[in-house]
Each structure stands twice: as structure tokens, then as C-alpha cells.
């Protein structure tokens, strides 16, 4: 099994035959109860098929054994088999056995022990919210319980997005086994936990503490940080080594991920890159351009680059490909418009690898060896609906502007929410060239029907009645998509019709990019957006100043800029996040991943409007990666000036 790709909610079937079998001796109590699983009891045979790696047939015969079994060792025989289905992925197998047991016939640590199994279902069935209030209802664990209570909160910081707080859950667990096999086990899934902390929260954890935990999430920084860069990664792990020389990761882990990381580096030589930089785009594709060099120039790793000017023309794009492929290119970057794409897309393969800087329109597939990176708005969307169910808001209502690109916006984050447990009410569209919302919103908030029923009783009594009209109360967040102009024209109109209190979320459309004294209307307005437009990190071979520079000189089109750094970061990680589903690239434009259909996926910061002024918003970033970074209250540092042609969804 690959060593990155064990995750926290699939730690194989032996950590529960540890949980279960091998907790520590319990304190001695009047009438002790028996251990946590009871490995040995009441079948040797399931044991010793657990421990051959045989989970299938060890949970048949304690089902078997069951049907027979006495009234006091049927529950403890129905309740092993459930974890092991459990454990196995068979959600309905276990929900189907654990409701056959009594739970009066259980003793208390059993107990504790089906609560806990309840609680994973619960988050194997996508009902988050409940899971962690069931959990926080429990009371502490017995020393010989915490072991797979740790195990729970690991998942349950899994399903919410807080990758420390389930590495921090799991390197305590990890102190807990006494098994080598399974610290081994364990230990991978800390590893690909810790992967999924962006590095900009690793890099600000340095130096860690100099315990167990803190020397976990230095390795993962100096992994991180070096992973394409094989000999200088050797050289800092062996640093590592000499840190940390009784550290577990020294057991095996270590060559493993070196070996890991050799084999991945594959970084193309000869690069093409398709752009309009004439024509009616010229200015968006001059924009990535800059991007493009300004990352090239910065970093280590120069490829030859041969730029090609493919303009309006979609057949210009075919052209240009086929032209760089026999001028001897290995990689290709580009076109930027989906016209272009889709008539890349019309060939039966394309022979050498494209990073299309667009996504294909529904309808038309991908050819093998198109890869699409784009700034799409479904990914905002996307990434909004997550925002709000960290926040624990589920019940949402959406207003986007008339057209396809509103009818997108929505689609993405109905689906997204309702993935996640959440419920979208009401959904409406409005007219952007507009300035008065107030049709939209009233019917948003069921002001319309409030009316109605004010009209409804006066025609009852025969009286005149003075009402006011009341918006519905069933109502957690709101998600808007607009741009500046409409944007700071809502906001106003939602507290005037009573919706102050409803939180609001939108895309990164409703921030230019720029400072702007106008944003005093966005106050209390939460967004998701790039990292280039939220903070200054370092990172690819930039230091803080440097990166500075660059976004001053991008201060015209900074999404399109930093859209353009990261399309060259790309270039040498692709073939990576290729081999290997469970890596991301910290990028400019987000924290980007590759999805099993070539699609080029980020993962955006929440900020939000106080004082006219965008801030990175600190506390969301803790809720969803258990940390709260030293500069969480510093001010965004927009661009100074920004273009409404930043995005290419409509190209």
C-alpha cells in the first residue's frame, strides 16, 4: 500500500483489533468488568483471523457465533462485529448488527464503546454536526477507552477539516499501541494527516515544541518544503534524524518517504505556452504571462519556455500545439478560452501533457493528457459551502445574478452544501445592471407570503390592522454571488428588509482586489478568496520582500497574476499530485489538489469585512485547520489597483 494514501477515517482493520483487544489492564474495581473487546473472549479464532489480516471471515464467525451465543455474550459478539464492518466500509452491515444489540445486557465500558461506534457512523453517513455534539456529550474516557476514543476524535477531525487537531489525536494514540505493526500503520495515517495542512500553517509552527508532536509536524514541514528537491530533502531529514533520534518515523517512515518522493520527481525540460496576447484578450493573457515569467525567474527549476501567441483564434490553439510538439516540447500550458480548449479537446489524445488554463464546458469530455486549471466559480462556490458548515451553519438561502454564471454559482454550492448535511431553502436571481433588490430579497425571505397573510387577516376581521411583515426565521446564512457594485448594494438592502443577523457569505467576486473606502458597505460580509490577495507568504523560492514585489508589479489583474505563478508551479508538481491523489500544492491561488477527472482543484482562506477593510479571518482557519496563525488579525494587503476582468469564467 502506498505509504501517503492511508487516511485517518481508514486506519486498517488492526488498529480496532488494538483498540479492542489490546487496551491496558483495567484499575481494580470491586466487580471489574471485562476488558474493553475482550479479544479472547469470546473467540480465539476471530482473534487470530484479525491478526492474519482476514476482517471478512473474523466478522462472519462472530455474527455466526452470535446466533448461538449466550444472552450476556451476544451483545459483545454483535457489537465486535459491527466495528469490524465498520472498519471495513460496510456502513450498513454495522448499522444492521449494532442495532441487534441490547445495550442493558452491555457493561458500562461496552457501553462507551457502542456510543463511539454510533458516533462513526454518524460521520460515515455525512452527519457531522451530530457526531461532534454526541461526542462532546460523552463524558472523559477510562485510561483503557481512551485509545479508541482518540481513534473517533481523529475522524471526527477528519470529516471537519481540522487535519492538526486529528494528527494531534493521533500521535497520542500512537503512544498507546503496543503492536509495532500497528504504530506503523498509525504512523502513515499521521503522515497523510499532516499532508493536508496547507504549509503556511506548518511554517508558522516553526521551531515546534520539542515533544512527540512537535517533531511530527517538522518533519512535515521539511517534507513539504523540499519534497521536489530529493537530495536537499535527504540531507534535512538526516538533520531531522540527529533531532529526534528516538522518534518512531525513524523506524521506517523516513527511507519510505524518501524513496517516496525520488520516484515522484519528474519535471518536463522543453515548456510551451499558449496565450492571446493579441486581440480582444490580449489584456488577461499578457496578465498570466507576467504571472507565468515572474515565477520562472524566481524559482530554481528553468525549463526552456517557447511562448506561443495563439490570439482569437481557436484553430490558432490546435495549431500552436501540434507546432510546440514537434518543436520537442514535453509540457504545454494553455489556451485560456474554453472555445480553444474544446478544439484541443476534438483530437482523439494529445501525445504530449496539457495544462489547459480552462475548464471544458459540460458536455464535452477531456482527452487523455488534458489536464484543466481555471479560476472557476464553482470552486468559490464549493469552497463557500464549506466555509458555512465549519461555522456550523447548514440552512442556507442563495441569491446569484441572472444568467449561466449565477445558475453555476448556484448549482456548485447546492451541491456542495447538501453533500455536506446542509439544506439550501430558496434559491433566487436578480438583475446585476439593477440597483434595487428589494423584489429578489423579499421573496428570499418570505416577505411576500408575510404580506399575504397580513392582507389575508384584514380581509378576515373587516378592519384595518397595521402589521409589520416578518422574514422567515428558519435561516442560517446567506450566500450571495455578485461582483463589487452589486455586492455592496445587497449587503444594505438584506439589513434593511431584518436579515442583519443572518451571516453572509459570498465568492471572491464581491472584493475587487483593491482597497476601496466603497467596502464599507461589505461590513460583516464573509468571503473566500487566494491566498495572493489575503496575506503575504513566502514560499517557491520567494522570500517575503521579494513576493511583495511581485504583487505590487501585479497590481492591475492580482488573480490573473498569481493564476499565472501557480500555472508555472504546475508545470514541475503536476506529474506529483498525478501519481499521488493525496498531495496539494500550496499555491498563490489556493491550495491546490488534482481530482480524478484532471481537474485542478482549490481550497481558498476565509476573510471578511470589518471597517471597509478585507482581513484574513483567523478563527475559521483554526476551525478548519486547528491552528490560529500569529497574524490571523493582520490586515489584507490587497493589490493597489484590480480589473473586473480578474477570473476566467467566462472566457
Known amino acids: 500500500m502506498d505509504v501517503l494514501i492511508v487516511r485517518v477515517s481508514a486506519l486498517i482493520l488492526a488498529v480496532a483489533l488494538l483498540l479492542t483487544a489490546c487496551a491496558p ?42 446466533d448461538t451465543a449466550s444472552p450476556d455474550q451476544q451483545p459483545l459478539l454483535l457489537l465486535r462485529a459491527a466495528e469490524i464492518r465498520l472498519d471495513l466500509g460496510q456502513t450498513s452491515a454495522s448499522e444492521a448488527l449494532l442495532a441487534r444489540v441490547n445495550e442493558l445486557l452491555l457493561p458500562d465500558p461496552h457501553r462507551y464503546r457502542k456510543a463511539l461506534l454510533e458516533i462513526r457512523l454518524l460521520l460515515a453517513g455525512g452527519q457531522i454536526l451530530a457526531a461532534e455534539n454526541r461526542l462532546s456529550l460523552l463524558d472523559p ?43 506503523e500503520q498509525n504512523q502513515r495515517a499521521i503522515w497523510t494527516t499532516l499532508s493536508e495542512v496547507p504549509l503556511e500553517m506548518l511554517r508558522a509552527l516553526m521551531p515546534p515544541p520539542p515533544d512527540q508532536t512537535g517533531a511530527w509536524l517538522e518533519l512535515a514541514y521539511l517534507t513539504r518544503s523540499h519534497r521536489l528537491e530529493p537530495d536537499t530533502l535527504e540531507a534535512e531529514l538526516k538533520q531531522w534524524r540527529r533531532r529526534y533520534p528516538r522518534h518512531p518515523a525513524n523506524d521506517g517512515l523516513i527511507q519510505e518517504l524518501l524513496a517516496y518522493y525520488r520516484d515522484a520527481v519528474s519535471a518536463p525540460e522543453r515548456v510551451a505556452l499558449l496565450l492571446p496576447l493579441s486581440g480582444n484578450l490580449s489584456v488577461p493573457g499578457k496578465a498570466v504571462l507576467e504571472g507565468f515569467m515572474a515565477a520562472y525567474y524566481a524559482s530554481d527549476y528553468r525549463p526552456q519556455i517557447k511562448i506561443y501567441d495563439v490570439g482569437d483564434d481557436p484553430i490558432r490553439a490546435l495549431t500552436a500545439y501540434q507546432e510546440a510538439v514537434s518543436a520537442g516540447s514535453d509540457f504545454v500550458v494553455g489556451p485560456l478560452t474554453k472555445e480553444s480548449l474544446i478544439m484541443l479537446a476534438s483530437a482523439s489524445r494529445l501525445t504530449t501533457p496539457l495544462l489547459a488554463l480552462n475548464t471544458l464546458p459540460a458536455g464535452v469530455d477531456p482527452v487523455s493528457g488534458m489536464y484543466q486549471f481555471a479560476l472557476a466559480p464553482e470552486d468559490e462556490a464549493v469552497a463557500a459551502a464549506d466555509y458555512a458548515v465549519s461555522q456550523g451553519l447548514e440552512r442556507a438561502l442563495v441569491m446569484v445574478p441572472e444568467g449561466e454564471w449565477g445558475e453555476r454559482v448556484a448549482a456548485a454550492f447546492t451541491r456542495a452544501l447538501e453533500q455536506r448535511g446542509g439544506t439550501v431553502l430558496e434559491t433566487v436571481s436578480y438583475n446585476a445592471q439593477g440597483t434595487d433588490f428589494s423584489a429578489p430579497i423579499s421573496a428570499l425571505l418570505n416577505l411576500n407570503a408575510s404580506n399575504q397573510r397580513a392582507r389575508q387577516l384584514r380581509n378576515t376581521l373587516k378592519r384595518s390592522i397595521r402589521t409589520e411583515p416578518q422574514r422567515r426565521q428558519d435561516v442560517e446564512v446567506i450566500f450571495v454571488g455578485a461582483f463589487p457594485r452589486a455586492a455592496r448594494l445587497i449587503r444594505p438592502q438584506l439589513r434593511f428588509f431584518d436579515a442583519i443577523d443572518v451571516p453572509v457569505i459570498a465568492t471572491s467576486h464581491a472584493y475587487s482586489g483593491a482597497p476601496n473606502q466603497a467596502d464599507k458597505d461589505l461590513d460583516g460580509v464573509q468571503i473566500v478568496d487566494m491566498p495572493w490577495l489575503l496575506r503575504a507568504v513566502p514560499g517557491h523560492g520567494l522570500n517575503r520582500q521579494e513576493l511583495q514585489q511581485l504583487r505590487e508589479m501585479a497590481s492591475q489583474h492580482p488573480r490573473l497574476y498569481a493564476f499565472g505563478i501557480d500555472a ?11 501519481q499521488h491523489p493525496t498531495e496539494s500544492l500550496e499555491g498563490h491561488s489556493g491550495v ?21 477593510t478585507l482581513r484574513f479571518d483567523g478563527q475559521a482557519a483554526q476551525r478548519a485547520f486547528g491552528f490560529n496563525p500569529d497574524h490571523d488579525e493582520a490586515e489584507a494587503e490587497p493589490a493597489a489597483t484590480s480589473s473586473t476582468m480578474d477570473g476566467n469564467a467566462a472566457w
Request: glycine content about 6%.
Open 25 to 66: 489492564p483495567q484499575p481494580r474495581v470491586q466487580q471489574p468488568a471485562p476488558p474493553v473487546v475482550g479479544a479472547r473472549e469470546p473467540s480465539d479464532a476471530a482473534t487470530d483471523l484479525l491478526a492474519r489480516g482476514e476482517p471478512e471471515r473474523a466478522a462472519a464467525l462472530l455474527e455466526a457465533r452470535a
Open 141 to 183: 474516557p477510562t485510561p483503557q477507552l481512551r485509545a479508541p476514543w482518540l481513534r473517533t476524535q481523529a475522524e471526527l477531525a477528519e470529516a471537519t477539516g481540522r487535519p492538526l487537531d486529528a494528527a494531534r489525536a493521533l500521535v497520542e494514540l500512537d503512544a498507546l499501541l503496543p503492536d509495532r505493526r500497528l504504530r
Open 568 to 578: 508555472y508551479l504546475l508545470v514541475r508538481y503536476l506529474p506529483l499530485l498525478r
Open 592 to 612: 491546490l489538489s488534482l481530482d480524478a477527472q484532471g481537474q485542478i482543484r482549490r481550497r481558498l482562506f476565509p476573510a471578511g469585512f470589518r471597517s471597509g
